[in-house]
């Protein structure tokens, strides 16, 4: 069976910077408080959809590597999925030029860039995971949010979260251990041996 | 392990300092180098610009050194690089003329060559001078930061990647240590993105992994070599420590209050004091004496007429007067 191979790059939306400078009307003390990790893992601005990223994505394309990369990289360029309470999103772009992409992820720092109702915020855009699958992709964003929930109630010292650690921390072992062959990676960027399955073909056709 | 070399230090701006540092720590760096910069004339005693605990709360899981990055534009300049270096963790050079890249390269003790990559160079690199410092362990090192922020409209971005292609190209992709040197958070990217960015410089994925991971660390820890060991060759790590002895006097002062064995030097002192205890008689002396008597007591009742060897035993008068002590004499 001939198709078009993809990769599926999983992407946290970081903002390293308080809002402060853009939203002066918030209490400065609240934000202060707040640890750092939950400071950059922010929710992003209702105002940024799928649509715009993708656009914005495009447009860093254009801006870097000009027409040619353009045109190599949007025929297959779509952003599958953008969470914006979690930050989160999954890119599709083709196999061959997956570098290019990541590389105009690497180089941008504002976003949502050409929103008529939101100012352009500063922001990072890290890969945490390559994959040849969108289920992997997804398997991965989950594991990370529920990670990444359990670390904010143990760094904010939260009496109740004593609890809730042994609560969570089971389902998500049980969780790895049904995914069976999930290797759980740390590192994108390497992970080349993940086999496409049905699940894949499926979400292509409504993608397109 | 993750390496970043250069975070610029300004000591007026510590908020966004420990912004940076907890953005890093929370990209998954391991060990970040705080940088100071001298330009212009070195002063004539050098003191560390970094305050050594930092006076804010750094997060735990990273590591920080403190590096200091000297400006080379005047080639006879004195710049006192042996002082800056027992002050700082890292010394790195930064020349901006080729003339000065040359020196750097061949003569000067550094442990990086950091070169301002987002500016235009008017020479080429070349690689018989830069082979003469890959060969002493000095590290090249490109900052990708003024690339992502691109203040001014796209040059720097183009004059970094051009030069480093370049510098890849030239130095076969060895010995080159990729960091940020990011004014603010915002310029600093996570390691599996530089990896990528390095990849499309034409590093290699693997090459692309080692100048942000093994080729920092060795760049760090040829660093301390440098300072702490002998020779760069050999350090102490850990010397061992003496075992604790009792002190011997101990011993003689038991023995004088006649504890445990007695010493010679003792005897002879009572001996000199004239209080001569007659010595103490053993089991089996005393069994050999209580013998001896009562063969000699058979002997006399016997009588004469015996043989004389029996008499043997008789000179026992002539025997030191200790065994009289028992008491059972003739």
Request: net charge neutral.
């Amino acid at each position: 069976m001939v198709r078009i191979k993809h990769r599926y790059l999983l992407v946290h939306i970081l903002y390293p910077e308080s809002a402060d400078s853009q939203s002066k009307n918030t209490s400065d003390t609240s934000e202060k408080s707040l640890p750092y990790l939950v400071q950059f893992h922010r929710p992003s601005p209702n105002e940024l959809t799928p649509q715009l990223l993708a656009r914005a994505i495009r447009d860093q394309v254009l801006l870097l590597y000009g027409d040619y990369g353009l045109g190599l990289v949007s025929s297959s360029l779509n952003v599958k999925y953008l969470s914006p309470a979690t930050s989160t999103a999954i890119i599709r772009c083709s196999r061959d030029q997956y570098r290019l992409v990541w590389g105009a992820l690497a180089y941008m720092t504002h976003l949502p860039k050409n929103s008529k109702q939101a100012p352009p915020r500063p922001c990072v855009m890290q890969v945490v995971r390559t994959s040849g699958t969108i289920k992997k992709a997804e398997q991965e964003a989950i594991k990370r949010a529920r990670a990444a929930i359990l670390r904010t109630k143990r760094e904010s010292g939260d009496g109740s979260a004593d609890g809730l650690i042994g609560l969570f921390s089971q389902p998500d072992e049980e969780a790895v251990g049904v995914s069976g062959n999930g290797k759980a990676r740390d590192i994108a960027g390497s992970d080349v041996s993940d086999e496409e399955d049905e699940m894949d073909v499926e979400f292509e056709d409504e993608g397109d | 392990m993750y390496y970043d070399l250069n975070i610029p230090y300004a000591a007026e701006n510590h908020g966004e300092l420990k912004q940076t540092l907890a953005f890093l720590a929370e990209l998954g760096y391991n060990t970040v180098a705080l940088n100071h910069t001298i330009s212009g004339k070195v002063p004539e005693n050098v003191t560390n610009q970094i305050p050594s605990p930092l006076p804010f709360s750094s997060p735990p899981s990273l590591h920080i050194l403190r590096r200091c990055t000297v400006h080379l534009s005047d080639p006879s300049q004195n710049h006192r690089l042996n002082n800056i270096s027992s002050a700082y963790d890292i010394v790195a050079l930064r020349p901006t003329t080729d003339k000065c890249l040359q020196q750097a390269c061949l003569g000067f003790e550094c442990d990086l060559i950091s070169l301002d990559l987002s500016t235009r160079f008017p020479f080429y690199f070349k690689h018989s001078t830069l082979a003469v410092a890959l060969e002493r362990g000095i590290k090249f090192e490109i900052c990708y930061g003024a690339g992502i922020l691109n203040s001014d409209g796209g040059a720097s971005r183009r004059n970094l990647i051009s030069n480093a292609t370049q510098l890849i190209r030239v130095t076969r992709g060895r010995g080159i240590v990729v960091s940020s040197e990011a004014k603010r958070a915002l310029a600093c990217r996570g390691p599996a993105d530089v990896i990528n960015m390095a990849v499309l410089w034409g590093l290699g994925q693997e090459r692309g992994a080692e100048a942000i991971g093994r080729e920092a660390r060795s760049a760090t820890v040829q660093a301390e070599l440098k300072r702490r060991s002998h020779g760069g060759v050999v350090d102490v790590m850990y010397g061992g420590e003496k075992p604790e002895r009792p002190a011997r006097e101990d011993k003689v002062a038991k023995a004088k209050q006649g504890i445990g064995k007695r010493k010679a030097e003792v005897l002879e002192s009572q001996v000199a004091d004239g209080n001569v205890s007659p010595r103490p008689i053993s089991k089996r002396e005393q069994k050999r004496q209580a013998k001896k008597a009562r063969l000699e007591h058979t002997n006399t009742q016997e009588g004469e007429a015996e043989s004389t060897w029996k008499d043997r035993p008789a000179p026992e008068a002539s025997v030191p007067p200790e065994p009289l002590a028992n008491g059972d004499g003739e």
